[in-house]
């Protein structure tokens, strides 16, 4: 079946600029979760959907990230007044929720490369 | 603080050779651990799961081993080939959903 889609897969936008990441996860996947991939590192976590809900959302940065998920499908990760230093990947995974066996392995979207100039 | 370290940070070998790459974590309360390659530029492609209650899991020429109680896991990848050239992320499941990961071993395989 289809994975993790991301779009755009890249995004080029001004500093000051409102942007918007979308994720489609797996079908059947109830879990949801956002990272942040800068050059040289490895993913750090942003957020984490059970279904609707925002059960984690402690790895976002500041208050110009916001995530949504308002049918407990699609995704999308908000980002205002953008700066230089949002410019990274942001990858997208799934996973089955917490109840369902193999509930905790995740599976990745290509990402949304984002440049801030 | 939950932590997952990688080392060596590059590591280039000739074809053929075996790999052997190492990842750290600081909590030996894991639920798993996952092995990721990602090619430049692209997402991570999950190579390896290995529940808290493994002790290895093997997949063609990959084979990867948990140690809790000394918070090491390895991933091995025997006869090396250009194919392989990649970065490797080791990520570590502290606990259930937020993965924390290490910054990756880049390999390069010289043919």
């Known amino acids: 079946g289809a994975g993790v889609s991301q779009t755009p897969s890249n995004k080029v936008t001004e500093k000051g600029k409102y942007v918007e990441l979308r994720c489609d996860p797996i079908?059947?996947?109830?879990?949801l979760y956002w990272y942040r991939q800068s050059l040289g590192q490895g993913p750090e976590f942003l957020i984490y959907f059970q279904g609707t809900g925002a059960a984690d959302d402690s790895g976002l940065p500041n208050d110009r990230f916001f995530a949504v998920r308002p049918e407990g499908s699609v995704s999308t990760l908000k980002i205002q007044r953008t700066e230089r230093g949002d410019s990274a990947v942001y990858l997208c995974?799934?996973?089955?929720?917490?109840?369902?066996?193999?509930?905790?392995?995740?599976?990745f979207g290509p990402g949304t490369r984002l440049t801030v100039l | 603080k939950q932590e997952v370290t990688q080392i060596p940070a590059a590591l280039s070998v000739p074809e053929g050779e075996n790999l052997v790459l190492n990842c750290s974590f600081t909590?030996?309360?894991?639920?798993?651990l996952q092995w990721f390659r990602q090619d430049p530029g692209k997402g991570l492609t999950s190579l390896l799961l290995i529940q808290s209650s493994q002790r290895e899991q093997t997949s063609g020429r990959l084979n990867a081993s948990l140690d809790k109680s000394s918070g090491r896991s390895t991933l091995y990848i025997a006869a090396s080939q250009p194919g392989d050239s990649a970065t490797y992320l080791c990520a570590v499941l502290f606990n259930d959903y937020k993965l924390s990961f290490g910054a990756g071993t880049t390999v390069t395989v010289r043919a």
């Open positions: 079908s059947g996947h109830t879990a």
């Open positions: 995974a799934s996973s089955f929720g917490p109840s369902e066996f193999p509930y905790n392995e995740q599976f």
């Open positions: 909590d030996s309360a894991i639920y798993n």
